[in-house]
């Protein structure tokens, strides 16, 4: 099955991608998917069932030994081939992205580029994987001989969110696919149709039959027998806190490893010394990318008290500034929220920050929005209350809430006063400071002068309940190795 970057109201995603064939899903109802901006049918996706779900582990069960014995750098050769294939097919995936995601054409191409450099990260990953097969592990005892080995988990259970398709997929299946694993990946249901292309690189790099398998569906379809079946070992899960609760749960039930990459409700700490131009920049940076919908947006800012006035008069130009409206124009900084389901999450946000008559210095009074497409305002709130949801939980829009303090101490205790601690951000004129403040923080990403600067050789993952265990770097294939020892006398 192929998509096209002008996917009709007439594309159907019937089919179930499994042992690499396009297989009738075994699922009878059908989910719409839409186009955000343009609040219209796109394609229909199955809402594939747990006959669909036993017929993909079947199939990855049975490809798993001998990808395995392929070994890392047979392996790595079709992870390059995945990089390569995304990139000859860079038009069209950007513009898919526009269209079902609603990102502007610039964010979508980040969103494409991150994919395509883990795809490579990983295909060297899995060249080393090899020498470090079998490595002398040193004992204090002595005539033993001790070695190590990496192996795969064996079939995991892939499941990604709507806000990065490409990304959050690529974060799993290349290290899961380097190590020596096979996989069912099931998409979002409400952004499936970027993902649709890994089952089309399948087959254009003849990799083994079974090794991915693509299911389309919808959590309770899909994702809830993924996670229940005996023959799935793993299960990494992007997503939401609640949706990541249960995933544990019934992983729990039959002692199954689980990755979690949940949300997050991250800090940015403008300090004294910092320059309020430049700071807004990066505070801009870190809350309207891709609507605010992204996990490790910083969307509590702390502001010292004395460059406060200055940085939010420089946010408001820039937020006055940004244009909304179509994601396929070239001059579109902000798109629309990816589902209505989403918008009405955050106008529920809304209403309340009203009802708490939190200050406003931009919001919906402020700006038209486009006729059509599930816009909302940037947003920016400022001296929210601690104890206000707006403060403590995540929105996932384009909504930031601010406060301002008086010392470097209290950014940092303000910063960690939180159930999340996925990213922080710090602010300074003095790196060696901005350095020293980040390692004060409770959270799994620091990033100092800069924003969401995500590198596929730094590990990436949560504090607290924004998750469990790491993607990405060397931390990001462990996550599909099972450590072994060969221990014994030392051969005389
Ligand atoms: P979600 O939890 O609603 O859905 C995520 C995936 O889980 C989807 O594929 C969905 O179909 C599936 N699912 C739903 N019910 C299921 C069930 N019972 N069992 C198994 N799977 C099920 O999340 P979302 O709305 O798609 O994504 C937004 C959330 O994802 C936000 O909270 C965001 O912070 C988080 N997120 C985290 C990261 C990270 O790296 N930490 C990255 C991106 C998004």
Same mark, same amino acid.
């Given at each position: 099955?192929?998509?096209?970057?002008?996917?009709?109201?007439?594309?159907?995603?019937?089919?179930? =991608?499994?042992?690499?064939?396009?297989?009738?899903?075994?699922?009878?109802?059908?989910?719409?998917?839409?186009?955000?901006?343009?609040?219209?049918?796109?394609?229909?996706?199955?809402?594939?069932? +747990? !006959?669909?779900?036993?017929?993909?582990? !079947?199939?990855?069960?049975?490809?798993?030994?001998?990808?395995?014995?392929?070994?890392?750098? #047979?392996?790595?050769?079709?992870?390059?081939? =995945?990089?390569?294939?995304?990139? $000859?097919?860079? &038009?069209?995936?950007?513009?898919?992205?526009?269209?079902?995601?609603?990102?502007?054409?610039?964010?979508?191409?980040?969103?494409?580029?991150?994919?395509?450099?883990?795809?490579?990260?990983?295909? !060297?990953?899995?060249?080393?994987?090899?020498?470090?097969?079998?490595?002398?592990?040193?004992?204090?005892?002595?005539?033993?001989?001790?070695?190590?080995?990496?192996?795969?988990?064996?079939?995991?259970?892939?499941?990604?969110?709507?806000?990065?398709?490409?990304?959050?997929?690529?974060?799993?299946?290349?290290?899961?696919?380097? $190590?020596?694993?096979?996989?069912?990946?099931?998409?979002?249901?409400?952004?499936?149709?970027?993902?649709?292309?890994?089952?089309?690189?399948?087959?254009?790099?003849?990799?083994? $039959?079974?090794?991915?398998?693509?299911?389309?569906?919808?959590?309770?379809?899909?994702?809830?027998?993924?996670?229940?079946?005996?023959?799935?070992?793993?299960?990494?899960?992007?997503?939401?806190?609640?949706? #990541?609760?249960?995933?544990?749960?019934?992983?729990?039930?039959?002692?199954?490893?689980?990755?979690?990459?949940?949300?997050?409700? @991250?800090?940015?700490?403008?300090?004294?010394?910092?320059?309020?131009?430049?700071?807004? &920049?990066?505070?801009?940076?870190?809350?309207?990318?891709?609507?605010?919908?992204?996990? +490790? $947006?910083? +969307?509590?800012?702390?502001?010292?008290?004395?460059?406060?006035?200055?940085?939010?008069?420089?946010?408001?130009?820039?937020?006055?500034?940004?244009?909304?409206?179509?994601?396929?124009?070239?001059?579109?900084?902000?798109?629309?929220?990816? @589902?209505?389901? !989403?918008?009405?999450?955050?106008?529920?946000?809304?209403?309340?920050?009203?009802?708490?008559?939190?200050?406003?210095?931009? *919001?919906?009074?402020?700006?038209?929005?486009?006729?059509?497409?599930?816009?909302?305002?940037?947003?920016?709130?400022?001296?929210?209350?601690?104890?206000?949801?707006?403060?403590?939980?995540?929105?996932?829009?384009?909504?930031?809430? +601010?406060?301002?303090?008086?010392?470097?101490?209290?950014?940092? #205790?303000?910063?960690?006063?939180?159930?999340?601690?996925?990213?922080?951000?710090?602010?300074?004129?003095?790196?060696?400071?901005?350095?020293?403040?980040?390692?004060?923080?409770?959270?799994?990403?620091?990033?100092?002068?800069?924003?969401?600067?995500?590198?596929?050789?730094? #590990?990436?993952?949560? =504090?607290?309940?924004?998750?469990?265990?790491?993607?990405?770097?060397?931390? *990001?294939?462990?996550?599909?190795?099972?450590?072994?020892?060969?221990?014994?006398?030392?051969?005389?």
């Amino acid at each position: 099955m192929s998509i096209s970057s002008n996917a009709e109201p007439s594309s159907l995603l019937d089919k179930q =991608f499994i042992n690499n064939k396009w297989v009738a899903s075994s699922g009878t109802r059908m989910l719409d998917v839409m186009n955000p901006y343009r609040e219209e049918r796109i394609a229909q996706v199955t809402a594939g069932d +747990s !006959q669909d779900v036993q017929a993909a582990v !079947q199939a990855a069960q049975q490809a798993q030994p001998g990808w395995q014995a392929l070994g890392g750098a #047979g392996r790595a050769a079709y992870l390059d081939g =995945f990089a390569d294939g995304l990139e $000859a097919r860079r &038009d069209t995936l950007i513009t898919l992205s526009a269209i079902n995601n609603g990102k502007p054409l610039a964010e979508a191409g980040i969103d494409l580029d991150d994919a395509i450099a883990c795809y490579r990260y990983y295909a !060297q990953q899995a060249r080393t994987l090899d020498a470090r097969q079998g490595g002398h592990v040193s004992v204090a005892m002595e005539g033993v001989d001790a070695r190590c080995y990496h192996d795969p988990v064996g079939v995991v259970g892939l499941i990604t969110p709507w806000n990065f398709p490409l990304v959050t997929s690529a974060w799993k299946l290349a290290p899961a696919l380097a $190590a020596g694993c096979t996989a069912v990946l099931k998409p979002s249901e409400v952004t499936p149709l970027p993902e649709q292309v890994l089952a089309e690189l399948a087959l254009e790099i003849d990799l083994p $039959a079974g090794v991915l398998n693509l299911l389309n569906g919808d959590g309770d379809g899909i994702g809830a027998p993924l996670t229940n079946h005996p023959g799935v070992d793993k299960i990494s899960f992007t997503g939401s806190n609640r949706v #990541g609760e249960t995933v544990m749960r019934s992983a729990a039930a039959r002692t199954a490893s689980v990755s979690l990459e949940l949300g997050g409700k @991250s800090p940015i700490l403008v300090m004294e010394d910092a320059d309020p131009a430049q700071a807004a &920049d990066w505070v801009m940076a870190g809350i309207y990318f891709n609507a605010g919908q992204i996990c +490790s $947006a910083t +969307s509590r800012l702390l502001v010292h008290e004395s460059v406060a006035e200055a940085l939010y008069a420089a946010l408001a130009e820039r937020m006055d500034a940004l244009t909304l409206g179509d994601p396929l124009a070239a001059d579109t900084d902000l798109g629309p929220l990816t @589902s209505a389901k !989403q918008r009405e999450v955050v106008q529920h946000y809304l209403a309340l920050a009203e009802q708490e008559g939190l200050t406003v210095v931009r *919001g919906a009074q402020h700006r038209t929005l486009p006729a059509r497409g599930y816009f909302l305002a940037p947003t920016l709130y400022r001296d929210v209350p601690v104890e206000s949801r707006l403060w403590q939980e995540e929105i996932f829009g384009p909504v930031l809430c +601010s406060r301002s303090v008086t010392s470097e101490e209290e950014a940092i #205790g303000l910063a960690n006063d939180s159930a999340y601690g996925l990213a922080a951000t710090v602010i300074s004129g003095d790196p060696k400071r901005a350095r020293r403040i980040g390692r004060q923080l409770k959270a799994g990403s620091i990033w100092y002068n800069s924003e969401q600067l995500v590198l596929p050789e730094t #590990g990436w993952g949560g =504090f607290k309940r924004s998750g469990i265990g790491r993607e990405l770097g060397p931390w *990001g294939l462990g996550a599909y190795l099972e450590v072994k020892h060969v221990v014994g006398p030392l051969d005389r």
